[in-house]
């Protein structure tokens, strides 16, 4: 089975701090996305990378920066935490290659972020 | 750009009746249709997608979808709900000409099975 794991189910972090949310899949997995899940919102699309050092921004990048410096692992940086980054996290993975439309994402459990 | 519409914020349905989750969607050409299910404070799984073919899609935990092109809709059925399925949903889509490997996922329906 896909397994996408996230470091931290819960983080509590204070307004200014940089934050790091961690993510590793174990399925050679090219693509990987990460998520902002909001209540009435549904999920919003941070950023996402299809290659080790390869990123592209998604809806909602501001406030946030991502590193793949290993297939494996992508890292949802927040450079200055703020209290309306106060959010469910979530990472997802999918295969790439072709074709590679048509592949559901596999997800992780989600952190849950409080900034106060 | 790709978009979701799931245009019920909750769906109410007693046990043992048919569940109906509405879903229309948004693309430019030929759409790839997704629905995820979240338990509480767990991550999305996946249920099943509709890619091409048959306009029906079966899925896990005997769910099923259908895909009507002249409707734009992929609306999420079971015939039978139990209380286990009370969680939240969402309905993605992937635009297969424009959309890179983005999945646009809609505000989710709330599903409460009342015993």
């Known amino acids: 089975d896909v397994k996408v794991t996230q470091s931290s189910r819960y983080l509590v972090k204070r307004t200014g701090e940089k934050v790091f949310l961690e993510c590793v899949q174990d399925?050679?997995?090219?693509?990987m996305f990460w998520y902002r899940q909001d209540p009435g919102l549904g999920l919003r699309l941070i950023y996402f990378?299809?290659?080790?050092?390869?990123?592209e921004k998604g809806d909602i990048p501001e406030g946030y920066s991502v590193s793949r410096e290993k297939k494996e692992r992508f890292s949802l940086i927040l450079e200055s935490a703020s209290t309306n980054q106060t959010s469910m996290y979530l990472c997802?993975?999918?295969?790439?290659?072709?074709?590679?439309?048509?592949?559901?994402?596999?997800f992780g459990q989600g952190t849950r972020l409080t900034v106060v | 750009a790709q978009s979701v519409a799931q245009p019920e914020d909750q769906v109410n349905v007693a046990e043992g009746n048919p569940l109906t989750v509405k879903c229309t969607y948004s693309?430019?050409?030929?759409?790839?249709l997704f629905w995820y299910v979240q338990y509480p404070n767990r991550g999305l799984q996946f249920l099943l997608k509709y890619i091409t073919g048959d306009n029906l899609v079966k899925g896990s935990y005997g769910f099923e979808a259908e895909f009507n092109k002249s409707q734009t809709s992929f609306h999420l059925k079971k015939p039978s709900a139990l209380v286990s399925d009370s969680a939240l949903y969402f309905c993605?889509?992937?635009?297969?000409?424009?959309?890179?490997?983005?999945?646009?996922f809609g505000k989710g329906n709330q599903v409460v099975v009342i015993p």
């Open positions: 693309v430019s050409g030929n759409p790839y």
């Open positions: 399925m050679d997995h090219e693509n």
């Open positions: 997802a993975s999918s295969p790439g290659g072709a074709p590679i439309m048509n592949t559901e994402a596999f």
């Open positions: 993605a889509v992937r635009d297969p000409i424009r959309g890179n490997n983005r999945l646009a």
């Open positions: 990378s299809y290659d080790v050092k390869m990123k």
